[in-house]
């Protein structure tokens, strides 16, 4: 098992930015380039034995999310693909969240609104067309066209192609552009193939081809022999989606399946013999977290909102329940953005009581609940019930919550989307991947902005939206990381979030998978060097 220090990664990443921001540096001649052989995991010296006597070698790997399709440019699909190792970006992060190339093998930052990239040579498509800079230019155009959150993700001016070349300028300085070009939802295709077909079988670039699907249960997969990285070693997969925690695990166990992401807490003792399992466990990006309806006329109030912000334990909750970290910010330790700055809340139920009082709410009938003229302080949060993290942790705060007299009542849904994106929630519990880019930038302005897309609770805050504005156009890597911590406190200060653990993630496989490890960033999870010995 994997143990990923905090200080280690946080020196990782820092340097990791610095190299790049100053090998690109302001000047044309300035170049970051690096290796192919870094973008691979080094696995491949030992071979797999699966293919002995002719016989096709299979996996069965269980998927804890699967997407409405599997169009990476339509909502949060290209996550699947890359788990899948079905699509690529012309850039990505290694499992020490360095950038290494993917399909672009150079880049330079040209000035600040300039950036070039030469697409790698010998690249091609699932059907066989190679991959030239035009076709990534039509690929990262359709993503911005199709979806909502293309625009804001890639600023594009425009793109010009030639041969392998491909120059993008931006609208304005954005420091955070290679980080937001390795989202999946840029993974690129071959937009000359008939793309109403990609819901059900997109033309990538990575080492696996989808051969079957079958919306909301399944993806079949072969090798392509044609990969530029190397034909993987194992013939082919199944991808099964198995949204419930302990229903994964059964299947680990039962033998239906050989692999699994995000085991749940509860389980992980089924898996704890090395003859027979394998456990990848590391610290995550990904923090489980409440949003706040601000709208809402209970919670427009933010004395309330710290109130019940200092009225849960989120020490306990990580330390008891779910494991990880608690929680302070958006962003964990991990991530060098300025978590060992911010204000938090800790568990101060007395504290909580206090701004209750101060805000007027009162247990006058003696029911344990607290009402203001006549209202009830009773609120309703949503949650999805097939993640255990998020179970545990709802019923434990609503034990706590009582205890300073607030009600709550849990509400599960299969999916949330609709309910946030309606306002038609107090409360809400999830959790995201708050360090997909490498960046703070991305997360701050999707979620926190006044108007992002993903800001369903409705907060404001102007001075928070100039802080992020800053962001767009400040290349310094520690100023950029001030004005996170920064921006950060802004947020804490207005309790327009309730931030509760930093969640490990993990999968477990098989003794005899070999090349299955988890990323920090967890839209990666297979690539060529998952196989299976016999």
Request: aromatic share 8%; proline share 4%; with cysteine.
């Amino acid at each position: 098992m994997r143990n990923v220090q905090r200080k280690w990664l946080f020196a990782l990443m820092s340097m990791m930015v610095i190299l790049v921001l100053t090998a690109c540096g302001s000047g044309k001649n300035s170049s970051a380039s690096t290796s192919s052989n870094a973008a691979e995991k080094s696995s491949d010296t030992d071979a797999s034995i699966s293919g002995a006597a002719g016989k096709k070698s299979h996996l069965n790997i269980a998927l804890f999310w699967l997407g409405s399709s599997l169009d990476p440019a339509e909502e949060w699909n290209g996550w699947t693909l890359t788990r899948a190792a079905i699509g690529e970006t012309l850039i990505q992060f290694d499992e020490h969240m360095k950038m290494v190339p993917k399909l672009a093998d150079k880049l330079d930052r040209v000035d600040d609104t300039t950036w070039h990239f030469h697409i790698r040579d010998g690249v091609t498509f699932h059907n066989g067309n190679p991959v030239t800079a035009d076709a990534v230019k039509k690929s990262i155009e359709r993503s911005i066209s199709l979806n909502e959150r293309g625009q804001s993700t890639l600023p594009i001016a425009s793109m010009a192609a030639k041969g392998q070349d491909l120059t993008i300028k931006t609208t304005q300085p954005d420091a955070s552009l290679l980080g937001n070009i390795a989202e999946p939802l840029f993974i690129i295709v071959d937009t000359s193939a008939d793309t109403s077909k990609f819901k059900s079988a997109p033309i990538a670039t990575g080492p696996f081809m989808v051969t079957g699907y079958t919306p909301d249960q399944e993806i079949q997969v072969k090798k392509y022999d044609g990969y530029w990285g190397g034909a993987a070693d194992l013939d082919t997969m199944t991808l099964k989606y198995i949204k419930d925690d302990s229903t994964r695990a059964l299947a680990l166990q039962s033998g239906e399946i050989d692999a699994a992401s995000n085991i749940g807490r509860s389980n992980m003792s089924l898996f704890q013999d090395t003859s027979q399992y394998t456990i990848d466990e590391i610290p995550s990006l990904r923090t489980q977290f409440v949003w706040f309806n601000t709208s809402h006329p209970l919670l427009s109030d933010p004395k309330v909102r710290r109130a019940i912000s200092y009225g849960i334990d989120r020490e306990m909750y990580a330390n008891t329940l779910v494991g990880g970290q608690a929680a302070k910010g958006p962003f964990t330790s991990a991530l060098p953005f300025g978590y060992d700055k911010l204000r938090g809340y800790n568990y101060e139920p007395d504290k909580a009581k206090q701004l209750l009082d101060e805000a007027g709410y009162k247990d006058t009938d003696g029911d344990s609940i607290r009402e203001k003229d006549g209202e009830k302080l009773s609120l309703q949060l949503i949650l999805n019930a097939a993640y255990e993290s998020d179970s545990v942790v709802a019923a434990a705060m609503q034990s706590q919550l009582k205890e300073i007299g607030v009600g709550l009542e849990l509400t599960s849904y299969e999916d949330l989307t609709d309910h946030q994106k309606s306002g038609n929630y107090d409360l809400a519990l999830t959790s995201i991947n708050t360090g997909i880019t490498g960046d703070p930038q991305y997360i701050l302005d999707f979620y926190f902005k006044t108007g992002a897309e993903w800001n369903v609770g409705g907060y404001s805050n102007p001075k928070l939206d100039q802080l992020i504005e800053r962001l767009h156009s400040e290349f310094d890597v520690e100023k950029r990381y001030a004005l996170a911590a920064e921006a950060q406190q802004l947020i804490l200060d207005d309790a327009a979030y309730m931030f509760l653990t930093y969640t490990p993630i993990n999968i477990v496989s098989k003794s005899n998978v070999k090349g299955a490890a988890m990323y920090p960033i967890d839209f990666y999870l297979l690539d060529r060097n998952i196989k299976v010995e016999q």
